[in-house]
């Protein structure tokens, strides 16, 4: 494994290819735009700032041929694009970014539905976490004001739209001139390591892996560079969460260097999971990440990427 992930960073030398679910990246043909998808984006519905339809309007304009809405806890967003997806001949794929705990660590899992969109049992889970998520966000409230930065919950309910996620207060901090910037108010207080960080309750990978498949949905790791492990500590991670139904690797994202991606992938070949990918769109609040095609065009992913995934979720259902 690692000799061969050092074989193949000799080889990529730091340039970018386009992505397909098989090639090695050695002489793929250009791909046209309109055989491109992007499986990670997020609406004003989470902490993006597009509207669902506008957020397809521009999947179409750049023509992406499917896009998966992936917002945070929700699937408002996706609901609401479905009709003007459908109009548009955008093919649309039911997701969701969920945040999970996994021997202790805060992690996201995302979940996509391939077959049929999600059902009402898994809507009813979603509906429970978005609790946990009202409770965190009244004591980040206190916390912050207990630390000087007083603010009110209808304060930075007016930055989001439906659901109140950790930039909405880092925009009010910035507006209130208790941070110069999004990333000083994650850093010094929203995050993890943060003065003001409040633990979220949230779902274990088990229960949240039995709630996906339990419902047809598949399991995908994303952005796996911000878990903090590498080489065989992530190795052994992905393998035990192989072996309780994950069925995919977020491969191609757009942090992802060259590098990491090689690695990833190969992580996803040695563990016979899909290598998927997306931009992690959030429209202005990542003003420098464009949909479909990431950071300065570092991602290129080609609709293979989404047929693997089909074929390996499916594989394993029959398996089952
Ligand atoms: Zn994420
Ligand atoms: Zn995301």
Redesign the pocket.
């Known amino acids: 494994m690692v000799e061969q992930f050092y074989r193949k960073l000799m080889r990529i030398s730091g340039r970018m290819t386009e992505h397909t679910a098989s090639d090695d990246n050695e002489c793929s043909p250009r791909l046209p735009m309109q055989s491109t998808i992007d499986l990670h984006t997020h609406t004003n519905e989470s902490d993006g700032t597009l509207s669902p339809t506008e957020l397809v309007d521009e999947a179409s304009r750049i023509g992406l041929r499917a896009l998966a809405i992936t917002d945070h806890d929700t699937l408002a967003g996706y609901d609401a694009a479905v009709p003007h997806a459908r109009s548009s001949g955008l093919e649309l794929v039911c997701g969701v970014?969920l945040s999970i705990k996994h021997h202790g660590h805060s992690l996201?899992l995302l979940a996509y539905f391939l077959q049929i969109p999600a059902n009402d049992d898994f809507r009813q889970w979603l509906l429970a976490l978005q609790t946990g998520r009202r409770k965190r966000n009244e004591a980040l409230v206190q916390k912050l004001c207990s630390q000087g930065m007083p603010m009110t919950l209808d304060e930075v309910a007016a930055h989001g739209h439906k659901l109140i996620a950790r930039p909405h207060f880092a925009a009010v901090m910035i507006e209130k001139g208790y941070v110069a910037s999004r990333q000083e108010a994650f850093d010094k207080y929203l995050d993890e390591s943060g003065s003001c960080y409040i633990q979220r309750e949230e779902p274990e990978f088990e229960d949240a892996i039995d709630q996906i498949q339990n419902s047809g949905g598949t399991a995908v790791l994303?952005?796996p560079s911000r878990i903090r492990l590498n080489g065989k500590p992530l190795e052994r991670m992905v393998a035990e969460m192989r072996d309780s139904g994950l069925k995919g690797i977020e491969v191609y994202h757009s942090d992802h260097s060259p590098v990491q991606t090689q690695f990833y992938k190969d992580l996803a070949g040695e563990f016979g999971l899909a290598a998927t990918g997306g931009s992690?769109f959030h429209g202005e609040t990542k003003p420098g990440v464009a949909l479909g095609t990431g950071i300065g065009g570092n991602l290129k992913l080609s609709y293979s990427i989404l047929e693997e995934l089909r074929r390996i979720s499916n594989a394993k259902l029959e398996n089952n």
Do not use: A, F, K, S
Request: hydrophobic residues 0%; charged residues 40%.
């Open positions: 970014e996201h994303p952005h992690d």
